[in-house]
């Protein structure tokens, strides 16, 4: 997958992830993609229904050793 930008999110608790993610995604084009790295075991929900309700698309989800979260978000 090609990753336009990565957002290092590790160590925040909610809502911080998604106001980092925000500022992340308003900084890409439509259609670019933002990795997003999480330790928030929250952020699962919050991330995939802030990607729907802006009209992005959560492309994947991947949940790594160390109870680190991956998540890859396209720009809609």
Known sequence: MNVDKILDAKGLACPMPIVKTR????????????????????????LT????????????YDEEEGN?????IQKG
Request: glycine content about 10%; proline content about 0%.
């Open 23 to 46: 500022k992340a995604m308003n900084e890409l084009e439509n259609g670019q993609i933002l990795e997003i790295h999480t330790t928030d075991k929250g952020a699962k929900n919050d």
């Open 49 to 60: 229904a802030w990607a729907k309700s802006g009209g992005h698309e959560l492309l994947k």
């Open 68 to 72: 680190v979260f991956k998540f890859w």
